[in-house]
């Protein structure tokens, strides 16, 4: 058997993508090995992989923070521009579906809040609506 930095090797070169046939005639260790290596250390493989992958995003893209940044920025942008906007030659059917789509928004940003109380405080005559409600 190998010894562990020889395994560790086939770990990193897995991890960065390289066929078989290349990690074989880099580490002269045979394809079938390989193999059996491969199922033996596939999760090290994987989370190797993932870290270099999240390495190489971090490269090419900006940061969450910046991203997010960048796209408060735009919508302020086209927030403002809105405003400017007469909504007058906007078809009813396109404004009332920007309604329904605000009106969305509002209560995923609300968080769909709702308050309760304990059912001793609700007079009786209300309790019996409010039970028939709950259960619609």
């Given at each position: 058997?190998?010894?562990?930095?020889?395994?560790?090797?086939?770990?990193?070169?897995?991890?960065?993508?390289?066929?078989?046939?290349?990690?074989?005639?880099?580490?002269?260790?045979?394809?079938?090995?390989?193999?059996?290596?491969?199922?033996?250390?596939?999760?090290?493989?994987?989370?190797?992989?993932?870290?270099?992958?999240?390495?190489?995003?971090?490269?090419?893209?900006?940061?969450?923070?910046?991203?997010?940044?960048?796209i408060?920025?735009?919508?302020?942008?086209?927030?403002?521009e809105?405003?400017?906007?007469?909504?007058?030659?906007?078809?009813?059917?396109?404004?009332?579906?920007?309604?329904?789509?605000?009106?969305?928004?509002?209560?995923?940003?609300?968080?769909?809040?709702?308050?309760?109380?304990?059912?001793?405080?609700?007079p009786?005559?209300?309790?019996?609506?409010?039970?028939?409600?709950?259960?619609?």
């Open positions: 058997m190998k010894d562990q930095e020889t395994v560790a090797q086939f770990i990193q070169l897995r991890a960065q993508g390289l066929s078989y046939d290349k990690i074989s005639a880099q580490l002269k260790v045979s394809k079938p090995t390989l193999i059996d290596w491969s199922r033996k250390h596939q999760f090290d493989i994987q989370n190797l992989r993932a870290i270099e992958t999240e390495a190489l995003a971090e490269k090419c893209f900006a940061s969450r923070q910046a991203r997010w940044e960048q408060s920025r735009d919508l302020h942008r086209v927030e403002a809105l405003l400017k906007r007469d909504l007058a030659d906007v078809p009813t059917g396109q404004l009332l579906t920007q309604a329904a789509r605000l009106r969305a928004e509002v209560s995923r940003e609300a968080g769909d809040v709702r308050f309760s109380t304990a059912a001793r405080h609700i009786s005559a209300e309790y019996f609506d409010e039970v028939l409600d709950w259960q619609t």
